[in-house]
Nanobody, 116 residues
Framework: QVQLVESGGGLVQAGGSLRLSCAAS????????MGWYRQAPGKQRDPVAH???????NYADSVKGRFTISRDNAKNTVYLQMNSLKPEDTAVYYC??????????WGQGTQVTVSS
């Protein structure tokens, strides 16, 4: 069973930066795709960024040029560097691991609040 633990959320002013981390247990991290999602109050959970096991990345249009996803397979950790934060980035951020059998595992989420 894979467990994911996110950290790094918090309160930041508009224009500021945060780096989220998601640490995975087990030994399948390096062969799994990783994604960051976010869910604002009253809204659905939406994809933010994705990184394949090979390192290919893609982003939601709303965060392109501001957010960067990366992974460190030696640490079983995926990161989301968030720059130029806006109030509309406020949400609970979740990481997701998709294993080679297309099974999905989710973390518990970390709150990001951007004040104007």
């Amino acid at each position: 069973q894979v467990q994911l633990v996110e950290s790094g959320g918090g309160l930041v002013q508009a224009g500021g930066s945060l780096r989220l981390s998601c640490a995975a247990s087990g030994n399948i991290f390096s062969i799994s795709a990783m994604g960051w999602y976010r869910q604002a109050p009253g809204k659905q959970r939406d994809p933010v960024a994705h990184i394949s096991s090979g390192g290919s990345t893609n982003y939601a249009d709303s965060v392109k040029g501001r957010f960067t996803i990366s992974r460190d397979n030696a640490k079983n950790t995926v990161y989301l560097q968030m720059n130029s934060l806006k109030p509309e980035d406020t949400a609970v951020y979740y990481c997701k691991l998709t294993d080679p059998f297309s099974r999905n595992y989710w973390g518990q989420g970390t709150q990001v609040t951007v004040s104007s």
